[in-house]
């Protein structure tokens, strides 16, 4: 009774605060991404007007390079998501968990990539300003369809990771199960838009609005809640590995 006793405070009321604290942070998370990724986009987008004509890129430096850091801002969120998220994943499904983590670290780092390549605007438009090399401004174009591409490979991992999540919500009934379902038919949804972007048809930015709507659900949700804290039914932790040892007593032959 006592080595119970224990393991409910060591497991259960701790284990609760800390997947409600980490899933208000999560939350948090899941909304910054979303605004600072929409601003920065609003700031580099306005700055470049017209990606042909380099004159406009070399007027709004400042302004680019302002939203690029926001949308870089963006990309550590993402990976912040990951990384936090993965302990209270793994506890329920490992598999899961692992896929996860490498979908938000991928996306991080393609999204990064891109603008990369929006940045690669200003000194093409600072030698088009000093030169006007007719190449230049065919170099800003591949440099803008490589931060499409960029984009969208990411959003190849947003499709896969959000299901590999959403698989576990609804099986661990952490969150309503009406909600992990619309969450799995959305990132269903938004990774054939992904996909289909890839192959050169324009309609990702539709078919993402579903699975959009339940990021932004989601983080209002875990903002309000955070995670329960429920025994993982699929990965055994400590206190499985404890029980039977304090049990095998009781099993002994009475003398």
Not at 94 to 115: P, R, T, W
Request: charged share 10%.
């Amino acid at each position: 009774m006592i080595e119970a006793e224990l393991l409910t405070k060591r497991y259960g009321k701790t284990g609760t605060m800390s997947a409600r604290t980490l899933g208000r942070i999560i939350g948090a998370l899941f909304l910054l991404a979303y605004v600072v990724y929409l601003a920065g986009g609003a700031l580099a987008d306005a700055g470049s007007a017209s990606t042909v004509v380099l004159s406009h890129v070399a007027s709004h430096q400042a302004q680019i390079s302002a939203g690029a850091l926001l949308m870089l801002a963006n990309s550590a969120a993402v990976i912040g998501i990951g990384v936090l998220i993965f302990p209270i994943l793994r506890r329920r499904h490992e598999i899961s968990a692992y896929g996860y983590l490498a979908a938000q670290v991928v996306q991080g780092l393609m999204l990064a990539v891109g603008i990369a390549f929006l940045l690669l605007r200003i000194p093409l438009a600072q030698q088009y300003d000093a030169s006007h090399a007719s190449v230049l401004p065919a170099l800003a174009r591949v440099a803008q369809e490589a931060n499409h591409y960029s984009f969208w490979i990411g959003m190849l991992s947003v499709g896969i990771g959000g299901l590999l999540l959403c698989r576990v919500l609804l099986r661990e009934r952490l969150v309503p199960a009406f909600m992990a379902v619309y969450g799995l038919a959305g990132y269903a949804l938004f990774l054939a838009g992904a996909m289909l972007e890839v192959l050169g048809h324009n309609v990702g930015v539709a078919l993402s609005i579903p699975g959009g709507i339940f990021e932004i659900a989601f983080g209002a949700l875990l903002i309000a809640k955070g995670f329960p804290a429920e025994q993982s039914r699929d990965h055994e932790g400590p206190a499985s590995n404890i029980a039977p040892a304090m049990t095998a007593p009781s099993k002994a032959p009475a003398s």
